[in-house]
């Protein structure tokens, strides 16, 4: 299980180096993917629960787990 599991990280590493644009590429597509990860948190999944009491937050909870259970 070991030996297989060196190989296949050997296998990756040995493809990444032999890459000339690789590099470049796969920073572009961090770049990316943190950048949606920023966008996408900071717009469509902000904190609804932030700022309201423990009593609010269990209201809330509880009319959202009847809703969708309708």
Sequence with gaps: MRKAIVSIWNFYVDGF???TWGRQLWLIILLKVI???V???GFF???TLEGKSEE???EYIGN?????KK
């Excluded at 959202?64 to 969708?68: A, E, H, T």
């Design 17 to 19: 180096r032999a890459m």
């Design 35 to 37: 950048i949606l990860f």
């Design 39 to 41: 966008v996408l948190r």
């Design 45 to 47: 999944f902000r904190p």
């Design 56 to 58: 609010q937050r269990i």
């Design 64 to 68: 959202q787990l009847i809703i969708n």
